[in-house]
């Protein structure tokens, strides 16, 4: 990033897996003059600072966002909305402020009215992350090779924009520049609908019998552990992403729903082609992200 585009001071506002790795990229291409902190646990606070992340932290988000040229939200969604209050009178003018949020229209409705005039307000989204949540699971690495997805209000400054996507290609991302629902449609499907069909897998073998679960554990193929790993994933971020999501997720839920009584119809008349013809089809998706190098 070049001086003009670097921020002078960035607050980070929650230091977990994203919050943490975007200071460690940050740090590693130099994209701002001071780093801040702000966290409401003190352990976290505390495991951040020994780590290194910030030249400063605070439990106080007033006294982190004072005078710095971006924000950047990295607590989960449901909490954006108090965030957004406790912050709005300290903002500093010209300053920008972003999240990484994995829903973008409740993030428009629960931040939005709290960015003041004169602070410019550019969602996004870097599709990236781990099973693994808390400031020491944070990595510069993270985000090279991703998608960054920015969903900025109509009117929003283009210069603003342009930084933000600046700062995460710096970080190693591609950019897209979408509409806050078209963002919600496409992640119920690749992200959001799949974290909870591993959440209710999981959930299904932990129901059974203490000897049928011992041995779903010994003899776990591939599936299933990635199964588990995905539902391994932070609860209070993905419980927040459901609930701020529902309409979307609901509407891919009730489709999958009709697409698996249509398996199930056809494993029960024995229909291999049909059985076949389906995978085949879904075989190509694989291709596509391999292809893509997003796989």
Do not use: Y
Not at 112 to 134: L, M, N, Q, R
Not at 135 to 160: H, K, Q, S, V, Y
Not at 251 to 275: F, N, P, T
């Amino acid at each position: 990033m070049s001086d003009e585009r670097k921020f002078e001071r960035i607050a980070i506002i929650g230091i977990g897996l994203i919050g943490s790795s975007l200071a460690h990229a940050v740090k590693r291409h130099d994209l701002a003059g001071e780093i801040v902190i702000a966290e409401k646990s003190q352990e976290a606070l505390d495991t951040a600072m020994r780590l290194g992340l910030a030249d400063r932290g605070t439990l106080s988000i007033p006294s982190a966002v004072r005078g710095a040229d971006l924000v950047m939200v990295c607590t989960p969604v449901g909490a954006f909305a108090e965030v957004g209050q406790v912050m709005q009178d300290h903002l500093s003018p010209g300053a920008i402020v972003s999240d990484v949020g994995s829903v973008k229209q409740s993030v428009v409705r629960d931040l939005g009215p709290c960015i003041p005039e004169g602070v410019h307000f550019v969602p996004g989204h870097p599709i990236a992350g781990t099973e693994h949540s808390g400031p020491e699971a944070g990595f510069a690495e993270l985000f090279e090779g991703r998608w960054c997805i920015l969903t900025p209000p109509p009117g929003t400054d283009r210069d603003a924009i342009e930084r933000i996507a600046s700062l995460w290609r710096t970080c190693g991302m591609m950019i897209e520049v979408m509409d806050a629902g078209h963002h919600d449609q496409v992640l119920a499907v690749t992200s959001h609908l799949p974290h909870l069909i591993a959440f209710t897998i999981v959930g299904t073998a932990t129901d059974l019998g203490e000897h049928i679960q011992q041995e779903v554990i010994k003899f776990a193929a591939s599936g299933f552990r990635d199964f588990t790993r995905i539902a391994a994933s932070d609860p209070t971020m993905w419980r927040d992403i459901f609930l701020n999501n529902r309409e979307a997720l609901l509407e891919v839920c009730g489709r999958m729903s009709e697409d698996i009584a249509q398996l199930q119809r056809a494993i029960r008349w024995g229909e291999g082609e049909k059985i076949e013809a389906l995978i085949r089809r879904t075989r190509e998706i694989r291709r596509k992200l391999i292809d893509a190098k997003q796989a």
